[in-house]
């Protein structure tokens, strides 16, 4: 048996845990409301459900959101994930299956593999896309930090083909299924690696300002919708935690890669003054509150390059002779020089 929260949606309180008596009664009162239970990826409008038989007027729960701009389908692709420290994936095209990648992110391609640089996210690629459509795609991307135009790899020949994308740094790849996910989710800005056609690649605000200049990504972040095989990059370790509703995590806000459209991301001082100055952990911390999954990167970029900024020679060209007692001396005799 479910357990059934609800919310207005005019305030922040909700109501729960209710067994499904007492849901279907709350919704029978209250048919304006949104409800979730274990199993959603989202708040669900409760007209929409089923289950608590009160006019259904949307799809069941169990079916992805669609995204705005009408149904998407993706291309049906498979993949594998090869590699720990560096890892790249290999996705399986059918004849005229197709994949977007960011660019530069090409490792290899079987020579039936047609590359073709298209404008924006390429989801109007070939559908009948107007100019307009095109043009709010790359404007999209160009928010984002991203270029204007992704590529996107064809299969066209026959039998299987294979084409390789490799993660820009030491970190995680992962594979997502959209539809799992309910057709939506929130991203890092360059999370994104590569996707199956069909895959809409948009931006995301964050609504509110002390969220936006310290939540660790400003506030557009990567918003990725439809039905298909997303693949997402995060750096170092990647570990997933699934919210229930009201629960709370606080988190070095560098370290959300990405979560749930139902979850709700804020910023929060780490503590007293003393923490903030000397803690060495910044004076914010993101607090993502469920319900929803969030992922979480244990090396954010960020952090990797401020680590070699600070260990790179200084001005002048001297630096600390970290690592050896000799400094100088021993850069004179490690074998490493350059004269």
Not at 196 to 206: E, K, L, S, T, Y
Not at 264 to 280: C, E, N, P, W
Request: charged share 20%; with cysteine.
């Amino acid at each position: 048996m479910h357990q059934w929260y609800f919310h207005s949606g005019s305030d922040a309180s909700r109501i729960g845990p209710l067994d499904e008596d007492a849901a279907r009664e709350h919704a029978r009162r209250h048919p304006d409301a949104r409800c979730w239970r274990e199993g959603f990826a989202d708040w669900m409008p409760v007209r929409s459900v089923p289950e608590l038989a009160v006019t259904p007027s949307g799809p069941p729960p169990h079916l992805p959101a669609v995204p705005s701009g009408g149904t998407s389908r993706s291309d049906e692709v498979d993949y594998r994930i090869i590699g720990n420290d560096m890892p790249f994936v290999e996705v399986e095209l059918d004849p005229g299956e197709s994949a977007i990648a960011e660019a530069g992110a090409l490792m290899y391609k079987d020579a039936s593999v047609q590359m073709d640089t298209v404008f924006g996210d390429g989801r109007h690629s070939g559908q009948g896309g107007g100019l307009m459509d095109k043009l709010l795609s790359a404007g999209k991307r160009v928010i984002t930090g991203e270029s204007l135009f992704t590529t996107m790899y064809t299969h066209t020949g026959s039998g299987k083909a294979r084409v390789a994308f490799a993660a820009p740094y030491p970190g995680t790849v992962v594979a997502m299924k959209l539809s799992e996910h309910g057709g939506r989710l929130i991203c890092q800005k360059d999370s994104f690696l590569a996707g199956a056609r069909g895959v809409a690649i948009g931006i995301h605000f964050q609504r509110k300002i002390l969220t936006g200049l310290f939540g660790g990504e400003g506030f557009i972040m990567q918003k990725l919708e439809g039905d298909g095989w997303v693949f997402v990059h995060a750096g170092g370790t990647l570990v997933e935690y699934d919210l229930k509703p009201g629960e709370r995590l606080d988190v070095d806000t560098g370290c959300v890669m990405a979560f749930h459209d139902s979850v709700q991301m804020d910023v929060r001082a780490v503590g007293g003054i003393k923490s903030m100055l000397f803690g060495g952990e910044g004076v914010f911390l993101a607090s993502l509150t469920g319900p929803g999954k969030v992922w979480l990167q244990s090396l954010p970029f960020s952090r990797m390059a401020g680590r070699m900024l600070a260990a790179a020679p200084q001005a002048g060209g001297q630096d600390r002779g970290e690592g050896s007692v000799l400094g100088g001396l021993g850069r004179l005799l490690d074998g490493d020089n350059r004269f």
